[in-house]
């Protein structure tokens, strides 16, 4: 199973604080559009302001429970609706659903606590904590500095200084021995940052092997594979580039599909499946042809002699891949043995077809 090196268009985004440490605003993998916030940098006295604003926050619990004036319709909404996402939040696995989940429920008690210091007299002690965890929310969203996607694609946190390296500019200068010195380990994940974060185009990205196979000495820039990746899916490439090396050959695969799949990791293992066919298998000594004269001058029809009840036909059948010893056949299709190979509509009619578990003859005479 070869190994290959993820390349990506990769933005990486990084702000003036980024020694404070960053708060993820998006979860990793998640798409967003360009000037989406996707993370920020804690503030300098971030620690103390939370801290400050959670014990606020019981303070004014507190104080509402014993507020019975406070009853107000969008009171009583938030509060169902609080109830409901608690009840929900109790039946979620996903560690992103629970994150956002939070994050509403705690938007949902601020803005209760907001409606709850407005419907409070002047001066009076729940107006003063909702006033004074106010002023504090303030200057912790004033000293944050948030970091918005410079384009639209991927989040990921991921950064392991390769973006500028592994590029869709630099398949002319890469070989194997330079990817060898990266020594990056085959399925290692990528370490996140605390420092940055970046933006992964999420429309095509590259896979850079090196292989001394007769398939991939073979291969011409533009042919169609598909890539097994290690979790079993398969996606579709093309080759794109190609490096002729000494005793092996540097191919680039370009991949429209699966990026999400590959965004935590730089070297990953997978199989080439250089080409595939739907058809029937049967050994070549089973198939006979014959010269025809056709648009594209005198060519070798197919066929292939079956067996049933002892009754025998000699079936056309199309040729899509042989090797040595075995071909991939199927039939065809009406209009192509007319028009290729000169049939005529009452032959056609008169025609039968090979399907599975029909019996054939091998070394058949015509």
Request: negative net charge; without cysteine.
């Amino acid at each position: 199973m070869p190994f290959g090196y993820v390349i990506r268009e990769e933005t990486v985004v990084q702000g003036n604080n980024y020694k404070n440490g960053i708060v993820q605003i998006k979860a990793e993998g998640e798409r967003v559009a360009k000037g989406d916030p996707i993370f920020r940098y804690y503030s300098n006295n971030e620690e103390t302001l939370v801290k400050k604003i959670q014990e606020l926050d019981i303070k004014i619990q507190e104080a509402m429970e014993n507020e019975n004036n406070l009853f107000s319709s969008d009171i009583k909404l938030l509060e169902s609706q609080i109830q409901e996402k608690l009840i929900e939040l109790e039946t979620f696995n996903d560690i992103q659903k629970v994150s956002e989940y939070k994050k509403e429920i705690n938007s949902k008690i601020t803005k209760k606590a907001k409606i709850a210091g407005e419907k409070s007299p002047a001066g009076s002690y729940l107006k003063k904590l909702v006033e004074e965890r106010s002023s504090y929310e303030k200057n912790l969203n004033s000293g944050a500095e948030y970091i918005s996607a410079p384009v639209s694609g991927i989040v990921s946190y991921r950064v392991d200084g390769l973006e500028e390296v592994l590029t869709p500019e630099s398949f002319a200068s890469l070989n194997t021995k330079m990817l060898t010195d990266l020594k990056l380990k085959t399925g290692e994940i990528v370490a996140s940052s605390g420092e940055n974060g970046k933006v992964i185009n999420n429309f095509e990205g590259y896979i850079v092997t090196s292989l001394n196979s007769k398939k991939a000495n073979e291969a011409q820039i533009g042919d169609s594979v598909k890539l097994r990746l290690s979790n079993s899916e398969e996606i579709t490439a093309e080759v794109v580039y190609l490096i002729q090396e000494e005793d092996t050959r540097l191919i680039t695969f370009k991949i429209t599909s699966g990026l999400e799949l590959l965004a935590n990791y730089r070297k990953i293992t997978f199989d080439i499946i250089w080409w595939s066919y739907s058809g029937l298998k049967v050994p070549n000594t089973a198939l006979v042809s014959e010269k025809r004269n056709t648009q594209d001058g005198e060519k070798d029809l197919h066929f292939v002699i079956r067996n049933r009840a002892g009754y025998t036909d000699k079936i056309p059948v199309k040729v899509l891949k042989q090797n040595s010893a075995y071909s991939v056949i199927t039939n065809y299709q009406s209009t192509e043995l007319k028009e290729k190979w000169g049939y005529t509509d009452s032959e056609i009619k008169n025609l039968k077809t090979i399907v599975l578990h029909d019996e054939i003859l091998i070394h058949p005479k015509m």
